[in-house]
């Protein structure tokens, strides 16, 4: 039974930075990848980037690119989402999600989720 957890959500001031994990179990390939998604109240849970688990690859939605960064530990199963330079806009409940590959920026397309971390970011 695949199992994700992540935590290392808070609040954090304009600027600030975060680093949020993503606990896998039970995935019994490499050939996963690994996504992150947000979602704002009142909004759609939208892609903010991936990582291929087996080439690590990344992948990332423009509005984070250079500064947030997807890292993992695969001795820990663990992904990392590193996230430098925040906004109020950053605002939201963060997901990780798997699929087996290729690689999707779709949400309807991971088929694991986990139950989410929640990012403030004060003005």
């Known amino acids: 039974q695949v199992q994700l957890v992540e935590s290392g959500g808070a609040l954090v001031q304009t600027g600030g930075s975060l680093r949020l994990s993503c606990a896998a179990s039970g995935l019994t390939s490499s050939s996963y990848t690994m996504g992150w998604f947000r979602q704002a109240p009142g909004k759609e849970r939208k892609f903010v980037g991936a990582s291929s688990w087996g080439s690590g690859r990344t992948y990332y939605e423009d509005s984070v690119k250079g500064r947030f960064t997807i890292s993992r530990d695969n001795a820990k199963n663990t992904v990392y989402l590193q996230m430098n330079s925040l906004k109020p806009e950053d605002t939201a409940v963060y997901y990780c999600?798997?699929?087996?590959?290729?690689?999707?920026?779709?949400?309807?397309?991971?088929?694991?989720w986990g139950q989410g971390t929640q990012v403030t970011v004060s003005s």
């Open positions: 999600a798997a699929r087996l590959l290729p690689y999707s920026n779709e949400r309807d397309r991971y088929d694991y």
